[in-house]
């Protein structure tokens, strides 16, 4: 059986559940993500990217404030690996115990990627990606007068610090990751939108670059250059809606690329919650693939084309 290949986007919140930050917290619902991939797995080539905008966050609250001369603060691009290898850990644990429970024997190998972005990209002079925890309005501008920090109202769940979100427009580590998967290997990659690098004029040499890539964005670009047939936004929610949060919200099932594209003209959907899930399972869906936006519960089902929004051409 030729199995489909499937590129999953986790959100970063989807491995903190009522805001519970603690590893072993996020470590249990890394466990319940993992029995779902494990039973995916019989029937489909998984590659599991992720959110960090919580965990890489956090990570800086711990290096900012404990920086000293001898031992100072590592940059965000740093801070945005470091999250890769926290949260691929956890992941790739919780799948591989996932398949020992169930008598089954296969490799998941995380990935530390870089996401390469052009340097000159208009994101880096409008910070819009929200990262670390929420604030209430007067404690976010006093941390913004603190630290020199952007911070911005997030989707009306509260204030958070915002940094650059460049595009992706390539990433480094494609053809390993698609000799693992082709290999049967579960791949864990382009974790946290991946490491924002850009290349050198000159010598085209690599060369890190402070902001954090939209894990959407990111994960469909991997799912471009992996030759992938499905694309999946796993999100909180199981469907995206019209009208979301209001008593007239209503579902979609299934729809075009080209309507879901006409619903964004009319400000259905809110930049940094929504938005960027719909704007990359559009663009999956225009080049011939299947997007799909759902909640893990869901997932399985989605996958059949069953339950979620399933976007096509």
């Known amino acids: 059986m030729v199995k489909k290949r499937v590129v999953l986007a986790l959100g970063g919140n ?22 779902v991939i494990a039973e995916l797995a019989d029937k489909y080539e998984i590659i599991i990217a992720h959110g960090n905008g919580p965990q890489v966050g956090n990570i800086l609250i711990h290096e900012e404030s404990a920086s000293t001369k001898n031992a100072p ?13 926290q949260i691929g850990y956890w992941l790739s644990q919780a799948i591989s115990n996932s398949f020992m429970r169930q ?16 340097k000159n990209d208009p994101a880096f002079k ?28 997030d989707a009306g769940r509260g204030w958070r610090r915002v940094v650059a979100s460049p595009k992706p427009i390539d990433i480094v580590e494609k053809n390993s990751i698609k000799e693992l998967v082709a290999d049967g290997i579960i791949v864990i990659a382009a974790g946290g939108g991946g490491i924002p690098v850009y290349r050198t004029k000159v010598l085209k040499k690599l060369k890190g670059i402070d902001a954090v890539i939209d894990k959407d964005y990111a994960a469909e670009k991997l799912a471009e250059l992996i030759n992938a047939d499905i694309f999946a936004s796993v999100t909180a929610v199981p469907n995206v809606y019209i009208n979301y949060g209001l008593s007239n919200q209503e579902p979609i099932h299934r729809i075009t690329a080209k309507e879901l594209q006409n619903l964004i003209k009319y400000g259905y959907f809110k930049p940094g919650s929504m938005l960027p899930k719909v704007e990359a399972t559009i663009k999956f869906a225009k080049k011939g693939g299947t997007g799909i936006i759902t909640d893990i519960p869901h997932l399985k089902s989605a996958l059949s084309s069953q339950a979620g929004t399933i976007i096509t051409s």
């Open 103 to 118: 008598g089954k024997r296969r490799k998941v190998v995380t990935i530390v990627s870089q996401v390469v972005v052009d």
């Open 126 to 153: 409008n910070p819009t990606k929200p990262i670390g925890q929420f604030y209430g309005p007067a404690e976010a501008a006093k941390l913004a007068r603190q630290n020199h920090w952007v911070v911005k109202e």
């Open 73 to 85: 603060a590592m940059p965000l691009e740093t801070a945005v690996a470091m999250s890769q290898g």
């Open 14 to 35: 989807a491995l903190q559940k009522n805001g519970e930050a603690t590893a072993e917290a996020q470590k249990r619902v890394a466990t319940a993500v993992g029995e």
